[in-house]
């Protein structure tokens, strides 16, 4: 097996550490150098800031390949060239062909070329220039010290083709790349982040090849199993024997894979046992609902929705007896099950769901904020209800609560 080769990712931009704009960038790059076998050690985001950039550069000595986006255009603030020269002390020189290039882009788009433009054609003296065809700064790449430096505009759009058509098979070629690194992810429900790793706790530990990461995400934790290999057949393989002592002991919580969903899989299930559902929402508001529909296909499943937010509208629409609020309230396992009882008969559908509950910010018929009462009721006409308690603002209760309703469909049809 080839050597594994350490990469780096240099961000710069001042807009990214202001949160103004999202480093899409260094996602892209890092999926597609791992899928050539490159591994990536370092992510980092530095500010237009010439100090900063050569500290950032110093430190870029750690590792086999560099690459940096951003900081290759024409004005003031884009430093990048100037801060990597100030480190190595190599000459920046003016491209001759990248500037006919840029002059002919101007004359063909009719527009003034300004002289800070020419600042876009400067690269390094004995460097490789990489042609950008869908933008004006090229790429460049220059060995320094047993490290390869990649510099490329952070315009995606610009970034990735130069990446594609360019450096990646540079590297490949340089490298003598001849493995890949493979991932899959296993998506689990139902089961914490904390239990998950403690079930999994002697795996995790002695994890070589594959790696095994967990990652919670909001009511769900997904597992990334990563390989290192020769081919994607080794590869996966390798995952595959790790994936079945991963399921030996928490299958049972395993809904799905990579970019599957909750959602997905509970429609999927629906349509595969040929089931109906209709949701009546209080404070959920429409989002499971929503979130169903999100789904292709999910017309042939769903019948129907009320979102019922006021004890009226639940009186009016789902004829909840009034008896029943004033007795037990609207946040009630009572008035949850006849709303999902109701909303079942409403839309004629097999499964009715129902959620009701205190979204907060403040407590509400002396319940606390957080709880929350779902009831499904089946196709045989058992209803099934649960008291909840979620932590977070409105938003994460009401997301907390659609995501624990999936799962609980889940589980039944399942």
């Not at 430096?149 to 990646?168: D, H, L, Q, R, W």
């Not at 090849?209 to 390989?227: M, Y």
């Not at 609207?330 to 008035?335: I, K, L, Q």
């Not at 058992?382 to 008291?387: D, E, L």
Request: hydrophobic share 35%; with cysteine; aromatic share 6%.
């Amino acid at each position: 097996m080839s050597q594994q080769i350490r990469a780096e990712l240099i961000s710069v931009g001042t807009e990214l550490l202001l949160g103004q704009i999202a480093n899409t960038n260094a996602q892209w790059i890092s999926k597609h150098l791992a899928n050539s076998g490159i591994s990536v050690y370092y992510h980092t985001v530095v500010g237009d800031n010439l100090a900063r950039l050569a500290q950032v550069f110093e430190n870029s000595k750690r590792s086999d390949v560099v690459i940096v986006t951003g900081g290759l255009g024409p004005t003031e603030d884009d430093l990048t060239r100037e801060a990597f020269q100030q480190t190595t002390g190599l000459s920046i020189i003016e491209h001759e062909p990248t500037i006919q290039s840029i002059e002919e882009y101007f004359k063909r788009t009719n527009r003034q070329m300004t002289p800070n433009n020419r600042k876009q054609a400067n690269i390094f003296e004995g460097s490789i220039v990489f042609e950008n065809s869908v933008g004006i700064a090229p790429g460049i790449a220059i060995d320094y010290n047993d490290t390869t430096y990649i510099f490329t505009p952070g315009v995606p759009s610009e970034m990735k083709a130069i990446m594609s058509e360019f450096v990646i098979p540079h590297l490949v070629q340089k490298y003598h790349l001849n493995h890949i690194i493979h991932s899959k992810v296993l998506r689990f429900i139902g089961i914490g982040e904390s239990q998950l790793e403690h079930e999994l706790q002697t795996l995790i530990s002695n994890q070589t090849n594959p790696t095994i990461a967990p990652l919670a995400k909001e009511g769900e934790v997904t597992l990334r199993l990563s390989a290192f290999a020769d081919n994607k057949e080794d590869a996966t393989q390798l995952i595959n024997t790790t994936e079945k002592e991963i399921l030996s002991i928490v299958g049972n919580y395993l809904y799905g894979y990579d970019d599957e969903t909750i959602a997905q899989k509970v429609v999927e299930r629906l349509k595969e046992n040929q089931l109906t559902i209709a949701s009546a929402e209080s404070l959920t508001g429409g989002l499971f609902s929503s979130t169903i529909v999100d789904i292709p296909e999910a017309s042939h499943v769903l019948n129907g929705a009320a979102t019922v937010y006021s004890p009226t509208a639940k009186e009016h629409v789902l004829d909840i007896p009034e008896l029943i609020i004033s007795k037990h309230g609207t946040v009630s396992s009572e008035c949850a099950e006849l709303m999902a009882k109701q909303v079942k008969k409403l839309y004629q559908s097999d499964i009715g769901i129902s959620f009701t509950g205190v979204a907060g910010p403040t407590m509400s018929e002396g319940k606390d904020v957080g709880t929350v009462f779902i009831s499904i009721c089946d196709q045989y006409d058992n209803c099934h209800t649960v008291k909840h308690l979620f932590n977070g603002n409105r938003f994460t209760i009401r997301t907390r609560a659609v995501k624990k309703g999936l799962e609980r469909l889940y589980q039944l049809i399942k």
